[in-house]
C-alpha cells in the first residue's frame, strides 16, 4: 500500500491542526484498502452460499439454512483474521513516542510483527471480538435467508428469492461489513499501540470526527477527551448512551447505530 509522505502522529504532545488532517487522510486509507479486500472475499462467500442454496430440493427449513452458513464460518475468520493482521501493521508506524516520529512511510522499517507486546495484546483483541463479530455477521444471514423461506410457497419461489437475496442484499451487507470491520480494526490497533508505547506515561484520548455524514450522535462527541483508562459515553439516537473505549468498539456491546459505518477516529495525547 502507498502512503503520502505525511509527518503522521496518532499519540503526540499536543494537538496540530494538519498533523491531525494528515492521520485522518493516511487512516482513512488504511481503512479503504483493507475494507476493499474484505468486501471482495465477503462477496466470494456470499457467492458460495448461494450456490449451495441453489442445489437443494425444497425450501430449506432453519437447521438447513444454519448448516449452509456455518460451513463458511472458517472462511470469513480467516478473511477477518488477515484483514485484523495487515491493519495492525499499517497503523503502528502512526504512533509516535517523545523521542520522536514513526512516520507512515517507514511502514516496512517498523513492522507490528517486530513489537511483540503490540502483537501478543493485538491477538488478545482478535480472540476477545472476532467469535463475536463472526456470530453476528451469521446470525444477520440466517435470519435473513430463514424469512425469505418462510414467505416461499414453493421451491422455486425460495430460488427465486434467494437469487435476488445474493444479488443484491448480500453485495451491500458485503460492503457493510467491510467498512464496519475495517474501522474497528484500525481504531482497536491505534488503541494498542498508543498502550504500548511510553507505558506508565499518562495519556488522554480525543474523540474526532471527518465532519463529512457525521451522524447526530457522533457530532455531539467531536473533541470530547476522557482518561485512557475511561470509557466516552457516547449519546445514542434513540436515547440512552453507550459505553465506548474508542470509536468502533464493542466491548460494552454497544448499539449497532454508533458502531456501523462509522468513520470517527481517536486522537491520543501526553497528559
Known sequence: MEFQRYPCRLLAVKSSAASDRAVMIVMQRIQEYNARSISYNMRKVFASMHRMFKELEGVPGTIEIANIVFKHTRWETAILTDAYNRMADAVYPLIADENGLKAAELYMEHKANDQPNYKRDLNTWIFQHLG????????????????????????????????????????????????????????????ISVRNTDVGREKVKVWRTTKVNTRPTHAAMDGVQVGMDDAFQVPRADGGYDMMMYPGDGTYAPSAGNVVNCRCLCFYRYA
Open 132 to 191: 463475536v463479530h463472526i456470530s453476528d455477521i451469521d446470525d444477520t444471514t440466517m435470519g435473513q435467508i430463514r424469512v425469505l423461506a418462510a414467505q416461499a410457497a414453493t421451491t422455486a419461489d425460495f430460488q427465486k428469492s434467494i437469487k435476488g437475496y445474493f444479488a443484491s442484499d448480500a453485495p451491500s451487507r458485503a460492503y457493510t461489513i467491510a467498512r464496519t470491520e475495517a474501522h474497528g480494526a484500525a481504531t482497536a490497533s491505534a488503541d
